[in-house]
Each structure stands twice: as structure tokens, then as C-alpha cells.
T-cell receptor
Framework: NAGVTQTPKFQVLKTGQSMTLQCAQD?????MYWYRQDPGMGLRLIYY???????DKGEVPNGYNVSRLNKREFSLRLESAAPSQTSVYFC?????????????FGAGTRLSVL | AQTVTQSQPEMSVQEAETVTLSCTYD???????LFWYKQPPSRQMILVIR??????QNATENRFSVNFQKAAKSFSLKISDSQLGDAAMYFC??????????????FGKGTHLIIQP
């Protein structure tokens, strides 16, 4: 039962470097999400994809781009990392609908930008 | 925009006792969902309980129950017979009903629950 798989689990970057966080789900969910979690804060939505082929900005999209590669995969890219992007990143997926709409989360990626 | 407020940064309870975590939210929508998620030290986000706003009956899951007061926009979590494994951060979250909740969750800042043996 893999659920939502994120890679990598840990990453250290230097300011200005780029990287892509990968996320894949095997639950055949239509919607996928990227959140960040900072100390003392709840999770904040960066971007989401309500269905394959669509992406939308969340609360804190600046400095990030996303790609919904197919129904299973949703990647998050940092083009030029900044120390303010040091955080724990979570990917999630869900099947929207009245009797559903439960988000399942990956294990998170801890990113440090020096 | 919706907001979720958890006013208790930290709570402590004796093992086997009952504890209630508070959550209030602000929304102009009438159709929405509310959730409690648990985050243990492993960092994994685990769904504890879910409430649909159109249902008046409070949700329950074993030792976990909610007190959903729609008019007061309050959604508290009660944990009965607290166990050591309940120690974690607890997050209250909101999702709007429009679009089936596809546009993501709004989280509170969390309550750190400590279980005293």
C-alpha cells in the first residue's frame, strides 16, 4: 500500500540552485496538492491540481512551479532556491466529491536552503 | 478567504483522561468540510476525523469525537481515554464544499498534545 510517495526525503541546496520534488500516488485520485510546513505553522497550500491537465495557485505560490505530468504524478520545482524556502514539503492527493474528499499525504520532504 | 484558528498552542493531559482541543473557523460558505489531522513525530499527516457541514450529527471515530457548532463556527475534538500514542500535533483543517473540495485545505497552526503517563 504505497499511497502517496515523495522523493527525495531530505535535500540540502545552496541559494540559487534549482531542484524538483517528485510526487506520485497510486490511488487513482483526480486531485493533487503541494503544501509547505514551517515551524509553528500549519500546512499552507502552494499549488494544486484539481484534475489532470489543470493546475492552480494556492496561498503561497511565489518561487515555485508545478507540473501535473499525468494522473499519478505531480512535481514541484524550485527554479532558484532561496533560504525562505527552507521548509518541509508535503504532497497530497484526494478524490473530490461529497462522500469522499479526504486528502492522503506523503511522508514529506525536508528541504534546507543555505 | 477562509481562516482556521487553534487557540491552544499546547495541551497536556494525564493518560486515560479526556481532553478537548479547540478550533474555530471563518467562512461565508454554507457547504464545507472540516477535518482533524494528527502529526506524530514521524511527520506523517494522519486523518483523525472528518465532518461534513450539512450533517448535523457529530462525527465519531472510536475514542475521537467532535463537537460541531455550525452557527458558532466551532469544531472541537474530544479524545477520550487518552493513550501515550495520542501524543502529537493536531491540526484542524477546512475545505470548501464547492467543487467537491478539490481546491485544497486551509489549516490551523496546530495544538501540541502531551500525554502524561
Amino acid at each position: 500500500n504505497a499511497g502517496v510517495t515523495q522523493t527525495p526525503k531530505f535535500q540540502v541546496l545552496k541559494t540559487g540552485q534549482s531542484m524538483t520534488l517528485q510526487c506520485a500516488q497510486d490511488m487513482n485520485h483526480n486531485s493533487m496538492y503541494w503544501y509547505r510546513q514551517d515551524p509553528g505553522m500549519g500546512l499552507r497550500l502552494i499549488y494544486y491540481s484539481a484534475s489532470e491537465g489543470t493546475t492552480d495557485k494556492g496561498e503561497v505560490p511565489n518561487g515555485y512551479n508545478v507540473s501535473r505530468l499525468n494522473k499519478r504524478e505531480f512535481s514541484l520545482r524550485l527554479e532558484s532556491a532561496a533560504p525562505s524556502q527552507t521548509s518541509v514539503y508535503f504532497c497530497a492527493s484526494s478524490e473530490p466529491g461529497r462522500s469522499k474528499n479526504i486528502q492522503y499525504f506523503g511522508a514529506g520532504t525536508r528541504l534546507s536552503v543555505l | 478567504a477562509q481562516t482556521v484558528t487553534q487557540s491552544q498552542p499546547e495541551m497536556s493531559v494525564q493518560e486515560a483522561e479526556t481532553v478537548t482541543l479547540s478550533c474555530t473557523y471563518d467562512t461565508s460558505e454554507s457547504d464545507y468540510y472540516l477535518f482533524w489531522y494528527k502529526q506524530p513525530p514521524s511527520r506523517q499527516m494522519i486523518l483523525v476525523i472528518r465532518q461534513e457541514a450539512y450533517k448535523q450529527q457529530n462525527a465519531t471515530e472510536n475514542r475521537f469525537s467532535v463537537n460541531f457548532q455550525k452557527a458558532a463556527k466551532s469544531f472541537s475534538l474530544k479524545i477520550s481515554d487518552s493513550q501515550l500514542g495520542d501524543a502529537a500535533m493536531y491540526f484542524c483543517a477546512y475545505s470548501q464544499g464547492r467543487g467537491g473540495g478539490a481546491d485544497g485545505l486551509t489549516f490551523g497552526k496546530g495544538t501540541h498534545l502531551i500525554i502524561q503517563p
